[in-house]
């Protein structure tokens, strides 16, 4: 996924990078919503978008995989949280169509790579036992 680039820290992995992509685009459409949404639906949605990057970021910095896997974790359900809310502000018609046509396919795209890092925690906690024969 790193086209063999050295990941040195959390700004080189592609779900942060993906990820605060959509929190800079949820800043910006959510500016559009009506007054009444701006301490509930913009705001929750908001929290939602920064807390995916930002729990990638921390558990970039953990030092065990579980401890990894475990902010991995958040994020990926903050990102799930924020497609949810995502289609709630489409149906309530504070969400263009066009941006979300953009920002959806987006979030899927994130939640596939966070997966992967959950993964590739999970796969590299669990013990090597070797198995005589």
């Known amino acids: 996924m790193n086209n063999g680039t050295k990941i040195k820290t959390f700004t ?3 779900a942060w990078k993906k990820s605060h992509e959509i929190a800079l685009s949820v800043y910006e459409f959510t500016k559009r919503f009506p007054d009444e949404e701006k301490f509930s639906l913009v705001s929750q ?3 939602s978008a920064v ?3 930002s729990n990638i970021a921390e558990g970039f910095s953990r030092n065990s995989y579980q401890e990894k896997a475990y902010f991995y974790s958040i994020s990926r359900g903050s990102t799930t949280e924020l497609q949810s ?5 489409k149906d309530l018609g504070y969400v263009r169509d066009k941006d979300f046509d953009n920002i959806f396919p987006q979030s899927i795209v ?3 790579l966070i ?3 959950v993964k ?3 796969t590299r906690s669990k013990p090597n036992i070797a198995h005589n024969s």
């Open 12 to 14: 080189d992995l592609s």
């Open 110 to 112: 994130v939640h596939k």
């Open 115 to 117: 997966n992967g890092l």
């Open 120 to 122: 590739g925690c999970r």
């Open 85 to 89: 809310q995502l289609i709630i502000a």
């Open 51 to 53: 807390s995916i990057s």
């Open 45 to 47: 949605m908001r929290r």
